[in-house]
């Protein structure tokens, strides 16, 4: 029997802008989700496959940061 050593991360990033709007938050994290994007593949001796997962998007309660929280599956495989 062949058995895959297989691990799942979690990888959650977060991006804070000074704006009153949320365009440039939505800006970075559309730039993060396509560089991961182009990161699959194999790194550092493990096969990766990239899932985007959810963004989500939130003001800070004085009003001047916008926050982008952007959340990744990732399952690597050892191919050593």
């Not at 993060?32 to 800070?60: I, N, S």
Request: net charge negative.
């Amino acid at each position: 029997v062949d058995c895959a050593d297989l691990s799942d991360v979690f990888l959650t990033i977060h991006a804070w802008t000074v704006e009153n709007g949320m365009g440039e938050v939505k800006n970075i994290a559309g730039a993060v989700r396509r560089a991961l994007r182009r990161l699959e593949g194999t790194q550092d001796g493990y096969a990766l496959d990239f899932a985007f997962a959810d963004t989500v998007f939130l003001r800070d309660p004085s009003g001047t940061h916008s926050h982008a929280v952007i959340s990744f599956e990732v399952t690597a495989e050892d191919t050593a």
